[in-house]
C-alpha cells in the first residue's frame, strides 16, 4: 500500500527507500511486531471472556498439562493480524506470489478458527472433521499453487517448463517437469507444512521459534531467488518477483515476536490451529514459489520429525497393537520421559537452528 510513495522520490528523496525490499522487509517485521504488542492485551482478554474454560487439555496428555486449564486460545488471530496488516502496508499487492501467500495465510487460519471454535464450545480435543478439512486445505492449496504456477511458467532455464517443475538442491540444472499435476505437488506440500506446524504446536513457545527461523531462513532464500545477480552467483533458479515475499516473511518474524511476549511460559494464551495451521502454509506457500520445497524439509526437519513420530505411532499401533513412543507427537514422549516442558521446548529450538542453517547451506552447494 505503500509503495506508491516511491512515486514521490524525485521530490522526497527518502521516499526513495520503499523500493528496496530489505527496508520494506525491516519496516514489515518491526510494524507487525507493534501490531501484536498494542493490540494483544485487547484480544487476549476478549477471548478470555468469550472461550470461560479455555482450551481442553487431553486427558492422556501430561499431568503438568493441566494446571494450563482455562488459557484462551486462538492467538493465531494476533498473529495474523501482525502478518496481513503489515503486509498490506508495505508488500507489493500486485505481486501473485504475495497474494497466493496472503491467501493460503488467510484460508488456512480460518479452518483453524473453525476448528478451535468447535473444541471450545464443544470442551473436546475433537474439532473439525479430519477428511472435510484436509478437503478444505487441498483446495486452497491447490488454487494457490495453479496461480504461481502459471505466474512462473516463462522464468529460469526451460521456459514453460519451469512453473510446473521440481527443482533439486545440490543440482542447478536438474528439474523434473510434473505438468498440470505440479497443482497436486504444490498443494500436497502446502497442506502437509500446515498440518506439520499444526502437529509441533503443543508446548509453550515450541512452534513459534521454529516458525520464526524457517521464516528468516525463506526470508533469505526468497530475496536471493527473486533476484537475477545473486540467483546467477550462487546457482539457484531465478524466480522473478519471489523477492517480494521477504517482506511477507519479515511481517512473520515481527508477529512471531510478538506473539512469543505473551505466549512465553506461563503462556496469557495458546497459538490454537488457527496460528498454527496459517503458519505452517505460509511457509509452504513461500517453499512453492521459490522452487524449494525438497529444501524445506531440512529446513523446517523439525515439523517433519514431530509428523513423522505421530505416523510411525499410529502405523505401528494398527499394525502391532504396540506404541513406539510413549506419546505422540514426539515432544510429549520426553515430557513422559521426565524432560521439563522448558527443556524440550529449548532443546527442540536447538535442532531448529542446526536443521536451518543445514538447508541454508545447499545454496551453494551446487
Known sequence: MLLWLVELADTVQVFNLFRYITFRTGAALFTSATIVFLFG??????????????????????????????????????????IVGSALLWADLSNVYVVATL?????????????????VTKQTDKGFSGKARLGLEFLIAGAATYFMMRASLSAGPHGSTFGSSIAFPFAKDLLF?????????????????????????????????????????????????????????????FVPGTGELAVVLGAVIGAGLGFLWFNAPPAAIFMGDTGSLALGGLIGTVAVATKH?????????????ETLSVIIQVGSFKLTGKRVFLMAPIHHHFEKKGWTESQVVVRFWIIAVVLALVGLSTLKLR
Open 103 to 119: 491467501l493460503v495465510t488467510l484460508g488456512f487460519g480460518a479452518i483453524g478458527f473453525y476448528d478451535d471454535y468447535l473444541k
Open 293 to 305: 520445497e525438497i529444501v524445506m524439509a531440512i529446513i523446517g526437519g523439525l515439523f517433519v520429525i
Open 177 to 237: 517437469n510434473l505438468g498440470f499435476f505440479f497443482v497436486f505437488f504444490g498443494g500436497f506440500v502446502i497442506v502437509a507444512a500446515g498440518n506439520a506446524v499444526n502437529l509441533t504446536d503443543g508446548l509453550d513457545g515450541l512452534a513459534t521459534v521454529p516458525v520464526m527461523i524457517s521464516a528468516a531462513s525463506f526470508g533469505v532464500i526468497a530475496y536471493l531467488a527473486g533476484n537475477a545477480v545473486f540467483s546467477n552467483y550462487l546457482q539457484i533458479h
Open 41 to 82: 492485551p485487547m484480544i487476549i482478554a476478549s477471548l478470555r471472556i468469550r472461550q470461560g474454560k479455555g482450551q481442553p487439555i487431553r486427558a492422556d496428555g501430561p499431568q503438568t498439562h493441566f494446571k494450563k486449564a482455562g488459557t484462551p486460545t486462538m492467538g493465531g488471530l494476533m498473529i495474523l493480524a501482525g
